[in-house]
């Protein structure tokens, strides 16, 4: 991996850091959504937690202090703690969120136990075992990096293989069930990419917090993907940014990667519910607000071709008292119709344009249209279908349309 570091233009331990991060966030946004996806993200938190007593046994049980061999106890220990939580879902009457929280609190409570008997052990405080419970970055090495590396490429390569068998999994398991394709392996092979991810992430970011880079890369990306594929590679690339952004700001401000790295990523995420395109919280009010603007200028529209019907043009101020509206609501919206031409003010009387008055005959068959919905729809035979309220005959079609007319006027289909 040396290379690979001297090609970053960072300090050699900030670029080890930050390459430990790219590996990690990439590998855990990838993996992350296939947990994510089928709802089963505590089973990332429960095997992180999971993996602690795996390596205080490892450490007991060799005596080494190589981060292969304690990951290899983290791993082991996962596996058991995935099998056990299977077992407990099918074998007794437990729903899944408690069999979860069952295998996490016991397997993190022994982790903690062993972790303090451990604690004045000889050669305890070398290993470095605290750090797998928290994360310590700073402590990379080379050849951490070549086991996150080695773990997170066969990831990478088992999801691109097994992408048409998971994605039918995750969206149709009966099809996937009916077609043949090894549920219970498919399963498997998705606790093992969960299993390898946290053993990637344990060293950055510790057992504590490891769920937050499975979850966070999905849920940001999930609000501009509508495809497992471009999800997969929207998730890993952000994974991999947050993981390199986090790993920088900790170095420049001293303090702890994990908890930097995971804030980023809550950032991410909020600003990807906020402003996220089509779906966040800020395009969703805008739209809202404009579909309220819109409405308001419909009605005053209609209310001013009913007005004229019944005698002179309005004013701003008949109109409001004809309507019943508040006259801020009247104003505001003979303004819009005004700006968007569809009327104009004559010596203080409103009166429609052409494209005005053909607007407001068109919001008036789709009114009436709407009402015969309500009344005669379900003489359609439209297998629960509904139209858009406002616009019916584009939703339903002419034909459709034209039977609600007929059946409005009492005639029979």
């Known amino acids: 991996m040396g290379w690979l570091i001297e090609l970053i233009p960072l300090p050699y331990p900030d670029a080890v850091v930050a390459l430990g991060a790219a590996l990690l966030g990439l590998t855990a946004g990838v993996v992350g959504c296939l947990a994510v996806l089928a709802q089963r993200s505590l089973v990332g938190d429960a095997l992180a937690h999971a993996a602690l007593p795996g390596i205080v046994l490892a450490f007991l049980f060799t005596g080494a202090r190589e981060p292969e061999t304690l990951l290899a106890g983290a791993a082991c220990a996962g596996l058991v703690g995935a099998v056990l939580m ?87 398991r009966g099809f996937a069930v009916a077609s043949g394709l090894g549920a219970r392996w498919l399963e498997l092979a998705s606790t093992a990419l969960l299993v390898a991810a946290i053993v990637i992430g344990l060293r950055m970011v510790g ?119 508040p006259a801020r609501d009247v104003r505001r919206g003979v303004g819009r119709l005004v700006r968007d031409g569809h009327a104009l003010v004559d010596d203080g009387r409103i009166r429609l344009t052409a494209e005005g008055a053909a ?25 629960g279908r509904e139209p858009d309220p406002r616009d019916v005959r584009g939703s339903l079609g002419d034909a459709a349309a034209d039977r609600l007319v007929h059946l409005s006027q009492g005639d029979h289909p």
């Open 86 to 172: 299977v077992g407990i879902e099918r074998g007794s009457r437990l729903p899944a969120d408690a069999a979860i929280g069952v295998v996490l609190s016991g397997f993190f409570s022994l982790g903690i136990v062993l972790l303090t008997h451990t604690a004045h052990t000889e050669g305890a405080e070398q290993a470095g075992l605290e750090r797998y419970l928290f994360g310590q970055a700073a402590g990379l090495l080379e050849r951490d990096l070549r086991v996150m590396a080695i773990l997170g490429a066969a990831s990478l390569l088992l999801v691109a293989v097994a992408f048409r068998p998971l994605k039918a999994m995750l969206f149709d």
């Open 207 to 325: 057992a504590i917090l490891m769920v937050a880079m499975l979850v966070a890369p999905c849920a940001a990306a999930r609000q501009v993907c509508d495809r497992l594929g471009p999800l997969l590679v929207t998730a890993g690339a952000l994974g991999a940014a947050v993981g390199v952004t986090g790993a920088l700001l900790s170095a420049r401000s001293d303090t702890p990667a994990g908890p930097v790295i995971v804030l980023v990523a809550s950032a991410v995420v909020a600003v990807a519910v906020l402003a996220a395109p089509g779906r966040g919280v800020a395009w969703e009010a805008r739209r809202r607000l404009a579909d309220r603007r819109a409405e308001r200028g419909r009605s005053v529209l209609l209310d001013i071709e009913t007005a004229m019907h019944a005698g002179a043009p309005p004013t701003e101020r008949e109109l409001a008292l004809m309507s019943g509206r």
């Open 359 to 383: 607007m407001a005959h068109a919001a008036l068959e789709s009114r009436a249209l709407w009402s015969a919905w309500l009344d005669h729809g379900a003489l359609l035979g439209l297998d």
